[in-house]
Structures are given as C-alpha cells and as structure tokens.
C-alpha cells in the first residue's frame, strides 16, 4: 500500500532520513522505533506531507505522492497524529471530528462520528472546547480519533503513549490493540518502549542516524547486533 | 542618455540615505518587539514640521531645530511605546491597528496645528545646488546623506558596543532567553522606540530641508519605510542603507526612464516583488512565511 | 435560528424597511448620511469577514472599493450596460484584482496588512495614469443614477437607502450562511491551528482565498453602488483612505466578531462622526476617530457595542432581582 523507495530527507547539512526503503502493506501494524534524534518523526513528515524529500520516491496505492499536498494526502487515506497533541483551536471535540470527516471523507456521518467518540472514550467531552477543556491522555484521544474520522487506510501514530501515566497508558494500550480489528487501517506507530512494541506490532522496523537499519519480527530485531549497538552505543554488542 | 541615467543613479544614492534614515527606526522597532509602528512616518512628519516652525517663527535654519525636534518626537515615541505596551492579547495584529489609530491622530493633529498646505525650507543656502563633478544636487542633499551616515554608524557601534544597545540586540533574538539572563524586555523595547524617535527627528528636519511637506504625507512615509525595512531583511542597519539605496535608485530611474507619476508604483512593485521573490529580504534571517 | 433572535432578526429588519424610511423620509441631509453609513457599513461588513472567516487583517480594503466602483462606472458609461447589472459586474471586477493578489496569502499578518495596502496604491496610481480608459485624474463623470424600479425612484434618497440596505442585509445573509457551514467551522480552526486542519484533509490555502474572494467581491459591490449613488469618481476619491480608516474604526468600535456589529458601528461612528465631531473641529475632526480606535484596542478589542451590550444586561438583571 505504501512504498518508500530510497527516501531522503535532507536539512541543510544534517541529513534526517537517509536512504529509507521501506514497504508497508494494508494489514501491517508496524513499530517504528530508534533513538531520539534518529528520524521518526521525519520519516512520518515526510509520508503525511509535512516536508518534502530531497530523493527518492514515495507511492501510495501505486501513485507517486511527492508532490502531493498534505490536505490532499489525508484525503487518500493517509491518517497522522502528532506527538504533541494538536487539537482545532475554537472548535468543540465532535467539531474536531466533524470537521475532519468532512473534508478528509467528503460527507459527514454522525452515527459514525459517534462510534469513534466511544471508541476513544471521549463520548463524554463531545462538547468540549478540544484545546482547553481537555486532559493530555483526552487529547492524545482526540489525536487518534480526528485521524479515524478521515477513513485512513494508513495510520501514522507517533508517540501517541508519551506522557502517559500507567491507567491511561494501559487503556490506551488496549484501544491500540482494538485499532486495527475494528478499522482495518494499516498502521505504523512510533514508541519507545520496546515491550510495548513487541506487545502491539509483529513487526518492527528501526531506524538509526536515519538509516533503517533493521525490518522484521520483535524477536528477531531486538536481538540483532547492530539494534542493541544502536541502543547501548557498544562498541562491540 | 548615459549622463541621465548616471545622474539619476547619484540622485536615488543620496535620496536613498535619507530615506534609510527614515526607514530605520521603524527597522528598529520592527526587530526589537516584532511589531510595525505604523505611526513611524507621522513622527518623522512632526519633526519636519517642528522644523517648519522654528525656520518660520524663529528665522532660524532646519539644524536649529534638531534639538527640539528630538525632544518632542522621542518624547512622543515613547508614548506610543507605552501605549502599544498595554495590549493585552494578539500583539501582533492589535499593534497593527492601534498605531494605525496614532497614526490617524498624529496626521489629523498635524493638519490642526499647521494646515493643509505644502511647506518647505525656504532656506536658500540649503536649496542651492551643489556639484561634485558632473553630478548635481541640492546641498541639503548632500549635507543630509553625510548625516544619515554618521548617524548610522553610530546606531551600529551603539548596539554593538553599549549594553542597553547589546540588550536590544538580545530582546531581538530571542525575549524569553534575554529575561532570563536579567534583560528587562519592556525596559529595552521602550529603549528602542526611544532611539527610534532620535532617529525619525532627524529624518524629518532632513526631510523639511531638501523636500516639500504635507500633512497627508505621514502615511507614504511609513510605507516607504516598511517597504525598505522588508527589502533589507531583519537584523541588519547596512542592509537597511543598501535597500534605501535601491530604492531610491529605482525611483530616480523611473522618474527619468518613465515618468515623475509612476515613482509611488516603482516603490510598490519592488515591495511586492521582494515580498514573492526573497521574502527573507536581502540580508535578513527571518521567517516570513506563515 | 432560535426563536428569540429571529424574532429580533425580524424586528430589525421591519424598523430598517419601514420604521426608518417612514420617519426619516422627508429628511434628506438625515437619510444621506445613513445611505452614507450603510456604504460604510457594507465595506466594514466585508473587512470584518476576511478578518473574522479568513484571520486576515487588511489595510487595503480601498482597493476593491475602487476597483468596483471604476468597473461599474465606466461599464455603464462606455458600455451602456444597466446599473444594477453593472453593480454586480463591479464586484466580479474587484474579485478579479483579488485573485491577483492570492499570492499574498502566505503571509504572515503584517506582511499582508500592508502588501494589500501596495495594491491599493497600485490600482490608484494605474488609474490615475491609464486615462483613456479611466478619465484619469479628472475622473468619470455623469455616472448614471440607479433606475426606477416599479415606480420607486432608487435615485432619490429613500430609495438608495432601500437598496443599499438590500445589499448589506444579502452579504450579510452570505456571511451567516458561510460561517455556520462547515467551511465556516473549518476556518475558525484554521486561525490558530493551520497544521491540524490541513493534516485532516482540509485545503486551508483555497478557504483562505476564497475569503478573500468573498470579501472583495462585497467591498466592491458597495464600491460600485457609490458611484451610481454620487454619480461622480475619481482616484483620488475611490481608493481613498478613509475607506480603510472608517471600516476599521466602525467594525471594531461595534464588535468585529458579530455579523451586524460592523454595520451598527459604521452608523453609530459616522453619524456621530459627521454630527458632532465635524462640528467640533471641522478640520481633523478625524484625530477622534484615531483616538477612538486606539481606546477600542486598548480597553475593548471586541468592540464598544458588545460591551454596552453586556453592561446592559448586567443593569437589567439587576433590576429584575430588585423587583
């Protein structure tokens, strides 16, 4: 569904993502992990639309998006969530997502906007205004729910656990866990701890000084030597 | 055709330090608290017609007029400073509309005080012409754009050197880490519109001696100094000399090339080009996309 | 609507149509000024929706006003075409000059308050300069007067105040329609969290832009209503800042967040203006609509006419507890 073929994203002189090429179909739920600094986050930017490569290729469902607006990247079906929650300003919670469904989908379905509310469990701060009356683990909700409003086929999450404390990590977790059965989206997730990871995804992809350095299973990745140098910086692992 | 167009390269120079001079207080303030004072070229309009005054009522020459000129129009300056600094919400834009406001006040009192009708030193000695070689000018032409020059100079050496000048240089570059090392920010902004209006006294006396005045004219002032601050980018007073320069180039090869009407528009259309083309200005470092 | 603001609604409505032609008829100098009013109104009107809808503040509103009532002018003059048809073709006019500066748009507040205000100086200067098509600085005289229209004689003061009340009760209609629709909540996001909208799908560049189309499109609808109304134009007059400078001043002083509070403060601030403050200091009486603004800004950047509003309300709950 989505193919990064050779991607590159250069700052400058500092080079964020180099050489990613990386192949994502409709039912992956794939964890993105790597040190701080090491390109995620880049990497997400670059597939939703935020920046723009220096080289390579980006296809979604077989057409080449790098030129592709982000409004207009939404609207295939590529979902995102920032990691610092970025509500709608002056708009109530079931406004963000009202707004979301219209111009991501083309049309508004309230009995779906609904579903959503309750699978995020914000059903009870739909009128709420989103950036003021909201606690993070209901804004980091809020993240989650305004990119399903747009029927992705992809979800891009990142860090959507930072910050959370363990009742609301744990209920997040579970809502995690549901995502992909209840919507059929692909999804690829940013997070750090590697438990989680391992818990959540059955496949993982690591990224180091913008290099991918390792595609696979928790298991095998997490004990392959160039990821555990990566992490503890030994000299030999 | 090459003598006037050589001419009119000589005439934009020298209006183009004048027009620096005008042009940098409002940069001043621009860099140091990020708002437009609208009311800039009203300022430099009062000291023109302080100016006008003292020639008339007292007989004496433009540069007798400096003193007073710079202190009534800092004086004023620092009002509109404190009153900017009383916004509460969205400085950005609510400045934007009040020293628009000041500025309608300024122009209206203006136009109370010393009517509508168009003045201009009628000191001949500073009217006279003045040649260096083939090139010719008013003396007060010449006179003013040495002005403009040590006065710039002496901007430059005082934010470098001075610590209120080093202050405004950090409020500049970023308020919050210059609170933390014990900068007073509203003690440093207040400074800058202060020197600003030093800066626009001296403007205006230059404007009353080698132009005409008009109390409409506070409005294309401000413009003027806008388009230039742009053009120069922020955080450089050479880079406001040079892009008064262009300026004024542009207009004196319009007005010999073309005709004395479309000067105004060649001031506009650089302002837009620049704003499409190099929206960083020529030497700025600053973003000016949103 | 609720029921208690429609009924409002309609009761303004029926004091505008009615009560005021009614009464204010005979009175000519009375009825020109609020002709004068609304027109002001009107342009108010359209500076409050590109700031409001679009979070754009501009200082160039005069341009569109200029730029419709030039197209319409010289339409009817040189073209023969109705006037009413012409009004209209004003505004596409100045909806045109928009499009031109969309590129505009990707700057920051400042950057566009001013680069609008270039235009606006440009499209004076071009028609100053272009006479064969403009007249020049003379100007286009002889502009034709607005029709009579089932026996009505728009021309007359009642009238054109008819008409020029028919436009700014449409454009505000357009208003209200724009900003309870999705588009109007996707803008109203758009102000603070541009990211966040475009990440879900919205096109924030085209909303953005067309607000601005919008806004045009009425600032020179009453452009072009003015020069059938005075009958005379020139550029001196029809980019003049004082189409920016009255807008400003009536939109914040009656409260640029409401539909109507523009339109109220345009009729309280100019009747005031050219009552009181003409008479107190003919020259400059201008300085107290510069103080005027600064005051707002300072104490009350929602407006004047909200706060009376709530002050009212406070007065009158009081009373209601006493009795």
């Given at each position: 569904m989505l193919e990064l073929d050779n991607v590159s994203v250069r700052f400058g002189g500092l080079t964020a993502v180099d050489s990613v090429t990386l192949s994502i179909a409709s039912?992956?739920?794939?964890?993105?992990?790597?040190?701080?600094?090491?390109?995620?986050?880049?990497?997400?930017?670059?597939?939703?639309?935020?920046?723009?490569?220096?080289?390579?290729?980006?296809?979604?469902?077989?057409?080449d998006v790098m030129a592709t607006p982000m409004y207009q990247r939404a609207r295939l079906g590529i979902g995102r969530t920032f990691q610092i929650p970025q509500p709608m300003h002056e708009l109530t919670v079931r406004e963000n997502l009202i707004v979301a469904q219209r111009f991501g989908t083309g049309k508004v379905d309230h009995q779906k906007i609904d579903e959503i509310l309750d699978f995020t469990s914000l059903t009870a701060k739909a009128n709420r205004d989103a950036a003021s009356e909201l606690a993070l683990t209901e804004l980091k909700a809020l993240e989650v729910a305004k990119a399903l409003a747009t029927d992705p086929k992809l979800l891009?999450?990142?860090?959507?656990?930072a910050g959370l404390e363990t009742t609301g990590k744990r209920r997040f977790m579970g809502m995690l866990k549901d995502l992909h059965a209840k919507f059929g989206v692909g999804i690829v997730m940013i997070e750090h701890d590697i438990e989680t990871i391992s818990n959540l995804c059955p496949r993982v992809a690591v990224l180091n000084f913008g290099q991918l350095i390792a595609d696979g299973t928790p298991d095998a990745v997490f004990r392959d030597p160039a990821v555990i140098k990566s992490y503890t910086g030994a000299a030999d692992a | 055709m090459t003598e006037l167009i050589l001419q009119a390269l000589y005439s934009g120079l020298l209006q183009g330090g004048s027009y620096a001079l005008i042009a940098l207080g409002l940069a001043l303030v621009f860099g140091t608290m990020k708002i437009i004072n609208l009311a800039h070229g009203e300022l430099v309009l009062l000291a023109a017609y302080i100016a006008y005054s003292v020639e008339s009522g007292l007989g004496l020459g433009p540069m007798f007029a400096i003193p007073i000129a710079l202190v009534i129009v800092s004086l004023t300056s620092v009002g509109v400073y404190y009153i900017v600094s009383r916004i509460k919400k969205d400085r950005e834009i609510n400045s934007l509309i009040l020293t628009y406001g000041i500025g309608v006040i300024l122009t209206n009192f203006i136009l109370l005080v010393w009517k509508a009708d168009i003045r201009s030193t009628s000191s001949s000695w500073l009217q006279e012409g003045f040649e260096i070689g083939p090139f010719f000018s008013m003396r007060s032409?010449?006179?003013?754009?040495?002005?403009?020059?040590?006065?710039m100079a002496a901007l430059w050496r005082w934010l470098a050197t001075s610590w209120y000048?080093?202050?405004?240089?950090?409020?500049?570059?970023?308020?919050?880490?210059?609170?933390?090392?014990?900068?007073?920010?509203?003690?440093?902004?207040?400074?800058?519109?202060?020197?600003?209006?030093?800066?626009?006294?001296?403007?205006?006396?230059?404007?009353?001696?080698?132009?005409?005045?008009?109390?409409?004219?506070?409005?294309?002032?401000?413009?003027?100094?806008?388009?230039?601050?742009?053009?120069a980018g922020i955080g450089s007073i050479p880079g406001v000399l040079i892009a008064a320069?262009?300026?004024?180039?542009?207009?004196?090869?319009?007005?010999?090339?073309?005709?004395?009407?479309?000067?105004?528009?060649?001031?506009?259309?650089l302002f837009l080009l620049v704003l499409f083309i190099m929206p960083n200005g020529l030497f700025g470092a600053v973003r000016r996309r949103g | 609507?609720?029921?208690?603001?429609?009924?409002?609604?309609?009761?303004?409505?029926?004091?505008?149509?009615?009560?005021?032609?009614?009464?204010?008829?005979?009175?000519?100098?009375?009825?020109?000024?609020?002709?004068?009013?609304?027109?002001?109104g009107g342009v108010a009107l359209s500076w409050a929706l590109l700031g409001n809808l679009g979070g754009m503040v501009s200082f160039g509103h005069a341009a569109f006003f200029?730029?419709?009532?030039?197209?319409?002018?010289?339409?009817?003059?040189?073209?023969?075409?109705?006037?009413?048809?012409?009004?209209?073709?004003?505004?596409?006019?100045?909806?045109?000059?928009?499009?031109?500066?969309?590129?505009?748009?990707?700057?920051?507040?400042p950057y566009f308050a001013l680069a609008i205000l270039a235009y606006a100086h440009i499209f004076r200067i071009v028609a100053t300069e272009w006479s064969s098509l403009?007249?020049?600085?003379?100007?286009?005289?002889?502009?034709p007067t607005l029709p009579t229209v089932f026996g009505v004689d728009l021309a007359s003061k009642t009238g054109a105040y008819l008409v020029v009340l028919t436009l700014v009760v449409c454009c505000a209609l357009a208003y209200s329609r724009i900003r309870s629709s999705h588009y109007g909540i996707a803008l109203r996001a758009m102000h603070d969290s541009e990211d966040a909208t475009r990440v879900v799908g919205v096109n924030s560049t085209l909303l953005k832009g067309a607000m601005l189309l919008v806004s045009a499109f009425m600032a020179g609808l009453f452009g072009a209503f003015n020069a059938h109304y005075i009958n005379f134009l020139e550029p001196d007059y029809a980019f003049n800042s004082l189409w920016v400078t009255l807008p400003i001043v009536a939109a914040i002083f009656g409260g640029y967040r409401t539909i109507l509070g523009p339109v109220l403060g345009a009729v309280v601030v100019y009747l005031v203006d050219q009552l009181i403050f003409k008479s107190l200091i003919p020259t400059g009486h201008q300085l107290v609509l510069g103080v005027l603004l600064v005051a707002m800004i300072v104490f009350s950047p929602n407006g004047l006419l909200p706060l009376l509003q709530k002050w009212l309300k406070k007065a009158l709950g009081k009373e209601k507890k006493h009795a």
């Open positions: 039912n992956d739920v794939i964890g993105l992990v790597g040190s701080n600094g090491a390109g995620k986050t880049t990497l997400f930017n670059a597939i939703s639309g935020l920046v723009r490569p220096t080289s390579g290729a980006i296809r979604f469902e077989g057409r891009l999450l990142d860090e959507v656990l | 032409e010449v006179i003013f754009f040495g002005v403009s020059l040590v006065l000048g080093r202050a405004v240089r950090a409020v500049s570059s970023n308020r919050d880490a210059a609170k933390l090392m014990g900068i007073d920010p509203g003690r440093t902004e207040m400074v800058s519109f202060l020197v600003a209006g030093i800066l626009a006294a001296f403007a205006g006396v230059a404007l009353f001696s080698y132009g005409v005045i008009q109390p409409a004219y506070g409005g294309a002032l401000t413009v003027k100094a806008f388009i230039i601050t742009v053009l320069v262009l300026l004024g180039v542009a207009e004196a090869l319009t007005v010999t090339l073309a005709s004395s009407a479309l000067q105004e528009l060649s001031g506009m259309v | 609507m609720k029921s208690s603001s429609l009924i409002s609604t309609i009761g303004l409505l029926l004091a505008a149509y009615v009560a005021v032609p009614l009464l204010l008829g005979s009175n000519q100098y009375v009825m020109s000024m609020v002709v004068a009013a609304l027109i002001i200029g730029v419709g009532a030039y197209v319409s002018a010289l339409t009817t003059v040189k073209l023969g075409l109705p006037v009413f048809a012409a009004m209209l073709l004003g505004g596409v006019g100045a909806t045109i000059s928009a499009v031109i500066m969309l590129p505009v748009l990707r700057l920051r507040g403009t007249g020049g600085s003379g100007g286009v005289a002889n502009i």
